[in-house]
T-cell receptor, first 113, second 113 residues
Framework: GENVEQHPSTLSVQEGDSAVIKCTYS??????FPWYKQELGKGPQLIID?????GEKKDQRIAVTLNKTAKHFSLHITETQPEDSAVYFCAAGIPSNTGKLIFGQGTTLQVKP | SAVISQKPSRDICQRGTSLTIQCQVD?????MFWYRQQPGQSLTLIATANQGSEATYESGFVIDKFPISRPNLTFSTLTVSNMSPEDSSIYLC??????????FGPGTRLTVL
C-alpha cells in the first residue's frame, strides 16, 4: 500500500527565514497531495494542496512543488512568522474512489522571533 | 469549506467504559472519516463512515471496538468501546468532497484512566 515519509521531524527557523518540509510517497499512481497545519489543541487545517497534473502551486507565502518522477513533494513557507509555528502534515491520496489519505509523520516547525 | 463540530471536545473516562463521539457537519457531504491521533503521532484512519450501511474499517480496527453510525449525510458517531489507557488519543472526524479534499473537525481529546 501507499507509504508517505516526511522530513524533517522538527525544524527551527528564525522569523523571516524560509522553511522547507519534504515528503516522499511510494505509489506512483497517487494523484492528490494536501498539506495540513495543526496547532496545539486543534484539528488539522488544510493549507494548500496540489494534484498530479500540476508541478507547483502558490498561495501567498506558501508554495508546494511536486516531482512525479522522483515521487516527492515539498512545502515551502517564506518570510516565516511566529504564528507559523505548528505541526505540519503532508498526505497522499490513494488513487481510487475511496477518498482515503495516507499521512506523513509530521514536522514540528518552530519560528523564533 | 464545511464547518465541522465534534462533541465532546474532551473527556476523561475509566477503563472498561465506552464513549460515543458525535460529528456534525453544516452541509451534506459524500464522505465522512474517523481518524485516531495518538499522543505526538500522525493521523491513522480508523474507518470510512458510510451513510445507511456498515462502516468500512482499516486494517487493525474492528467494529466491536469502534462501532460507527452514519444515519444521514451530515452526522456520524464513533464509539470507543471497553476502553483501556491505550485508547487515550485524539479522535478526529473529517469530511470529504467530491474533489478528494478533506476537512477536519476540532477533535475529541480522550484520556482513559
Amino acid at each position: 500500500g501507499e507509504n508517505v515519509e516526511q522530513h524533517p521531524s522538527t525544524l527551527s527557523v528564525q522569523e523571516g527565514d524560509s522553511a522547507v518540509i519534504k515528503c516522499t510517497y511510494s505509489d506512483s499512481a497517487s494523484n492528490y497531495f494536501p498539506w495540513y497545519k495543526q496547532e496545539l489543541g486543534k484539528g488539522p487545517q488544510l493549507i494548500i494542496d496540489i494534484r498530479s497534473n500540476v508541478g507547483e502551486k502558490k498561495d501567498q507565502r506558501i508554495a508546494v512543488t511536486l516531482n512525479k518522477t522522483a515521487k516527492h513533494f515539498s512545502l515551502h513557507i517564506t518570510e516565516t512568522q511566529p504564528e507559523d509555528s505548528a505541526v505540519y502534515f503532508c498526505a497522499a491520496g490513494i488513487p481510487s474512489n475511496t477518498g482515503k489519505l495516507i499521512f506523513g509523520q509530521g514536522t514540528t516547525l518552530q519560528v523564533k522571533p | 469549506s464545511a464547518v465541522i463540530s465534534q462533541k465532546p471536545s474532551r473527556d476523561i473516562c475509566q477503563r472498561g467504559t465506552s464513549l460515543t463521539i458525535q460529528c456534525q457537519v453544516d452541509s451534506q457531504v459524500t464522505m465522512m472519516f474517523w481518524y485516531r491521533q495518538q499522543p505526538g503521532q500522525s493521523l491513522t484512519l480508523i474507518a470510512t463512515a458510510n451513510q445507511g450501511s456498515e462502516a468500512t474499517y482499516e486494517s487493525g480496527f474492528v467494529i466491536d471496538k469502534f462501532p460507527i453510525s452514519r444515519p444521514n449525510l451530515t452526522f456520524s458517531t464513533l464509539t470507543v468501546s471497553n476502553m483501556s489507557p491505550e485508547d487515550s488519543s485524539i479522535y478526529l472526524c473529517s469530511v470529504g468532497t467530491t474533489t478528494d479534499t478533506q476537512y477536519f473537525g476540532p477533535g475529541t481529546r480522550l484520556t482513559v484512566l
